[in-house]
């Protein structure tokens, strides 16, 4: 069943971005919910990506199916959907095989792509630097080797636009065996970068290094910006930031290194995070974590689950973490029921409040970075680790900054 496209808001005066239709699978009728958040996810997604989102489809399946991931009969009535309200591609939440995409495509003679594709796209726009650049061309690279003879076929339907951004357009008209050499070219090039990278690292000297990571979306930027009065991009969209940036940051006469990293997401292409992982070596190596989430999301436990995860793939998850449940002003006004008495408003939000400090071990802050709402002692809290770490590792540079009477620790 295909639900209303009223529930993705669509903004008509955009008619020029292309139109697509999003399908998930479920091997329940209990993973329903969870599939419509995904699909929802998948539909920020898809917007950043400045396609305009139609209507989505979902499937009841044990498994996917093998030839068309979704059965003859759903793929039917989607091709009926798509040829009637003219429909430029459709986007499926998961990853599908190269003959998935190739059986979908010939079926429904429009372009076909799955969430890493969609994901890849999102990079190869937001990429800036020639690390950056680099890294995107050789993910994408590496997803499209298996797929370039279906796309020698149907190079004709093809005409560009989302999914074929970047090296995309560029690597359908090779063969495997220069897309191979490619991809061998780009590996010594982010070698190449990366020995420059770390050559810039040692020069760092004797620093605290602290890292922010978390969900994409949920502040990392507007908290560096706050930090740092660094002019880095932070908007509402997903994979805003994607280049790290790091900043020399001095608080109270406590000075370390700001690093703002690439957002985690859930079903990320694991050839994107080894293409991203000099990128994400920033937080793999640094001191003191900050790990930012957004307590207004519906499901922000799940995308704390997400982020650990990938931290603990990264080798970087016993690091010390300070956890800062950001956007308190919208969780305060969208969870939050306003006819309650201001005292039965308090009483929720202190137990909501307790509830995390005891799971932390008192080692989370709660603010919003946007309102200003508990910045100092979201500093102060920072500060004191920070300056903790100066003891232990750089005792001399501790006694010579603050001497040991007036250090915290």
């Not at 969870?34 to 400045?50: D, I, R, S």
């Not at 969780?331 to 309650?340: M, P, Q, R, T």
Request: hydrophobic share 40%; charged share 30%.
């Amino acid at each position: 069943m295909a639900l209303e496209s009223s529930e993705f808001k669509v903004d008509n005066t955009l008619k020029e971005r292309e139109r697509v239709v999003l399908i998930g699978v479920a091997r329940s009728k209990h993973e329903l919910p969870k599939l419509k958040e995904h699909l929802e996810e998948l539909h920020f997604l898809a917007t950043t990506a400045n396609v305009e989102p139609i209507q989505y489809f979902h499937q009841l399946l044990d498994n996917p199916d093998k030839r068309t991931y979704v059965g003859s009969g759903k793929l039917q009535e989607i091709k009926e959907y798509c040829q009637k309200f003219k429909i430029d591609a459709v986007i499926f939440d998961d990853e599908i095989s190269p003959s998935q995409q190739n059986n979908v495509e010939k079926e429904l003679k429009i372009k076909v792509l799955d969430r890493s594709m969609l994901i890849l796209d999102i990079f190869a726009q937001n990429a800036k630097t020639l690390q950056a650049k680099t890294q995107v061309e050789l993910a994408q690279t590496q997803y499209l080797m298996p797929r370039l003879k279906g796309m020698w076929q149907h190079l004709d339907r093809i005409k560009g636009g989302i999914g074929m951004r970047g090296s995309g357009e560029k690597e359908i008209e090779t063969d495997r065996r220069i897309a191979q050499t490619r991809i061998v070219h780009l590996k010594n090039k982010l070698k190449e970068i990366e020995k420059q990278t770390e050559t810039q690292r040692k020069s760092r000297g004797e620093m605290i290094r602290v890292a922010l990571v978390g969900y994409t979306n949920v502040g990392k930027s507007t908290i560096m910006n706050l930090l740092s009065r660094a002019d880095i991009l932070a908007e509402n969209k997903l994979f805003a930031t994607l280049d790290t940036t790091v900043r020399k940051v001095v608080i109270d006469n406590v000075p370390f290194l700001l690093s703002d990293t690439v957002g985690f997401i859930r079903k990320l292409p694991h050839h994107l995070i080894q293409s991203f992982h000099s990128t994400l070596t920033e937080a793999i190596e640094s001191d003191i974590l900050i790990h930012v989430v957004d307590i207004s999301h519906d499901n922000f436990e799940e995308q704390i689950q997400i982020v650990n995860k990938t931290l603990l793939d990264l080798g970087a998850k016993d690091k010390p973490t300070l956890m800062v449940f950001n956007k308190l002003d919208l969780y305060e006004n969208e969870k939050l029921d306003n006819f309650l008495f201001e005292n039965e408003r308090e009483e929720i939000l202190n137990n909501f409040k307790n509830s995390w400090i005891a799971k932390t071990q008192d080692n989370c802050i709660f603010m919003s970075a946007v309102q200003l709402e508990n910045i100092e002692d979201f500093r102060n809290n920072l500060l004191d680790k920070i300056k903790k770490l100066y003891k232990e590792r750089y005792p001399f540079k501790a006694k010579y900054l603050w001497g040991y009477e007036d250090f915290i620790g």
